[in-house]
């Protein structure tokens, strides 16, 4: 594991395939990121009520919604929030509704994760780090939603 120190980097990673958000979370925490994982837009809103999160790496296309509102609702509870949006339909890219001025940037899947943490870094403080809140993922229920 990469080392870390005093600074986290809370990632909420939203998609409806677990094996996916397993695979996301595992390649995340390898570059210091604690990842909550959710299923859909109910969970995710959830989480972000719960957790102060720094980033969001979020699916187009959810069971109860779509990537683009849950990114709004996402912002609005953390204006700070850093939100890289993904899908494997090309199409989402440019999908009438798509909020792209407050998404970091639009990803196609398969989700490059080294790609995803640079543009992280980059729109973290000049250190590339965000001042965290540490271990709060742990700290909720898995039925809270």
Not at 7 to 27: G, H, P, S, Y
Not at 74 to 99: E, F, H
Not at 119 to 141: K, M, W, Y
């Amino acid at each position: 594991m990469i080392a870390t120190n005093a600074f986290t980097r809370n990632l909420l990673i939203v998609d409806d395939n677990e094996a996916l958000t397993q695979l996301l979370a595992w390649e995340f925490e390898e570059f210091g990121y604690t990842a909550c994982r959710a299923a859909d837009c109910r969970q995710a809103t959830a989480l972000a009520r719960a957790i102060s999160f720094d980033f969001a790496l979020v699916d187009y296309h959810l069971p109860d919604g779509d990537g683009s509102s849950l990114s709004c609702r996402l912002r609005q509870l953390s204006p700070r929030l850093q939100i890289v949006m993904m899908s494997g339909d090309r199409a989402a890219a440019t999908a009438p509704g798509k909020n792209l001025a407050i998404m970091a940037a639009f990803v196609e899947k398969p989700v490059p994760t080294a790609r995803i943490h640079r543009i992280f870094s980059v729109r973290a403080d000049p250190a590339g780090r965000t001042p965290g809140h540490t271990g709060l993922c742990q700290e909720v229920p898995a039925r809270a939603f």
